[in-house]
């Protein structure tokens, strides 16, 4: 019975420290995504690129949807 209870606190300590892991993973992922979008906005700005042009080099080299650049690209250009 106590044993029981202790595998279960066990159990939940873990799954916790998952999570905690996943969310550090994540913000690093973010923080990442954003480094590298901040650099193609200020070459492309540099360059004199167009918004459309430089939400399309951010979706290239990071992989994601249009939406998810645009929403990168705002949020980095409200930032500055």
Known sequence: EEWTR?????AHDLNIKEQQLKNKEQQEEQIK???????????GSEIG???DEIIQKIM????????KAKSLF???I???
């Open 6 to 10: 202790n595998l279960e606190i066990k």
């Open 78 to 80: 409200q930032e500055n």
């Open 49 to 51: 690129w167009s918004e």
């Open 74 to 76: 705002d949020l980095l």
């Open 60 to 67: 290239k080299r990071l992989k994601i949807t249009q939406e």
């Open 33 to 43: 995504e954003q480094a590298v979008a901040g650099a193609i906005i200020e070459l």
